[in-house]
């Protein structure tokens, strides 16, 4: 099974990511993350009906909750990529996936939970992504440190 990645970054950011998902999409990985593909635009200071900024939070959290891999990339303002990455921590303490990973400087103790990969540079991540889709690995290790109990297909740091 090839990997199915969350990416989560500010929306300041969305060209940028919209890149990174092309090239996770050419070595074969899925990106889950609906807000790059447009259905997300709005107007430039976020001012979307309640109705819209529900619909674009649910679809966000169903992405994160279809992903194996969720890859956090820090710094750029604002945005609800913490509370994606909160989620993430939350699915992998149940069920032992998504894998987390985090792009940039740490900003505060979630990201520095055990189990968390951390890259200062996107191309390093592309290459344990890269590995990751080539081998298959199959054990996988809970944020807490715990065996996931066979859930999932994708492994954490030091695993």
């Known amino acids: 099974m090839k990997p199915s990645i969350y990416l989560a970054a500010s929306f300041v950011r969305k060209e940028e990511l919209r890149g990174y998902a092309r090239q996770l999409e050419k070595i074969g ?3 889950t993350s609906r807000w790059l593909d447009g259905s ?3 107007p430039a200071d976020h001012s979307v009906s309640d109705e819209a900024a529900h619909r674009f939070a649910i679809e966000d959290l169903v992405d994160v909750g279809r992903s194996n891999i969720v890859i956090h990339f820090t710094k750029g ?7 994606e990455h909160g ?3 939350m699915q992998n303490l149940i069920l032992g996936t ?3 990973m985090v792009v940039g400087e740490i900003e505060n103790i979630f990201q520095r939970i055990q189990g968390v990969k951390h890259f200062a540079y996107w191309s390093d991540c592309l290459a344990h992504i890269k ?3 080539e081998h298959e690995p199959s054990r996988v290790v809970r944020v807490d440190g715990s065996p996931a109990n066979g ?3 994708v492994r954490l740091a030091g695993s």
Request: aromatic share 0%.
């Open 131 to 133: 590995e990751i889709a």
């Open 29 to 31: 990985c899925t990106v």
């Open 77 to 83: 303002g604002r945005g609800g990529r913490h509370v």
């Open 151 to 153: 859930s999932g297909s």
């Open 87 to 89: 989620a993430a921590i």
């Open 40 to 42: 997300h635009d709005g």
């Open 98 to 100: 998504p894998a987390l």
